[in-house]
T-cell receptor
Framework: SAVISQKPSRDICQRGTSLTIQCQVD?????MFWYRQQPGQSLTLIAT?????????ESGFVIDKFPISRPNLTFSTLTVSNMSPEDSSIYLC???????????FGPGTRLTVT | RKEVEQDPGPFNVPEGATVAFNCTYS??????FFWYRQDCRKEPKLLMS???SGNEDGRFTAQLNRASQYISLLIRDSKLSDSATYLC????????????FGRGTSLIVHP
């Protein structure tokens, strides 16, 4: 298994500002993902964070709004830019460990935009 | 048709009951299957992988039916602490590691 930490665990931000969320994994992993989950809803994949290159974004998500960095195999950041209340959500970092493609999640960052 | 479909429930059962959830998937080339559990306001946590031959872990049994393209989760002797949302996850189609999540099935176990 992989142990994942995220910072911050929660934040309340003003409209128009940006927040960077950090994800740290205790072991090297190949695949890292960023998801968001709104209350009562399922997980929505934002992007796959690629080590040393641009992230791969899912439909409806763009780099200008959600820039992602992944400088090495254990760390990634997601920035939520120019925030609006619609960005209020839980943002989850996730990895796939070595072996049978089991996926693990960080504890999430609870973002509220006012 | 959604790639992974689950009945959202909620399934409302008494303690001690046996309850089963199904999850259907559309991509016949999918290779890996999992059940996750998500408690309210918490991240999803891996409950069990689903193997072709079926597998059991205590009160939980998972099965895969490739011909009909569904996986199932059976919970025996339900406990109050089993109340959660159960997410079905499928990946590996075409060599892709991108997991596809179902919307989850909500289980409520009452006294």
């Amino acid at each position: 298994s992989a142990v994942i930490s995220q910072k911050p665990s929660r934040d309340i931000c003003q409209r128009g500002t940006s927040l960077t969320i950090q994800c740290q994994v205790d072991s090297q992993v190949t695949m890292m993902f960023w998801y968001r989950q709104q209350p009562g809803q399922s997980l929505t994949l934002i992007a796959t964070a690629n080590q040393g290159s641009e992230a791969t974004y899912e439909s409806g998500f763009v780099i200008d709004k959600f820039p992602i960095s992944r400088p090495n195999l254990t760390f990634s950041t997601l920035t939520v830019s120019n925030m609006s209340p619609e960005d209020s959500s839980i943002y989850l970092c996730s990895v796939i460990g070595q072996g049978p493609r089991e996926q693990y999640f960080g504890p999430g960052t609870r973002l509220t935009v006012t | 048709r959604k790639e992974v479909e689950q009945d959202p429930g909620p399934f409302n059962v008494p303690e001690g009951a046996t309850v089963a959830f199904n999850c259907t998937y559309s991509n016949s080339a999918s290779q890996s299957f999992f059940w996750y559990r998500q408690d309210c306001r918490k991240e999803p946590k891996l409950l069990m992988s689903v193997y072709s031959s079926g597998n059991e872990d205590g009160r939980f049994t998972a099965q895969l039916n490739r011909a009909s393209q569904y996986i199932s989760l059976l919970i025996r002797d339900s406990k109050l602490s089993d109340s959660a949302t159960y997410l079905c996850v499928v990946n590996g189609a075409g060599g892709s590691y991108i997991p596809t999540f179902g919307r989850g099935t909500s289980l409520i176990v009452h006294p």
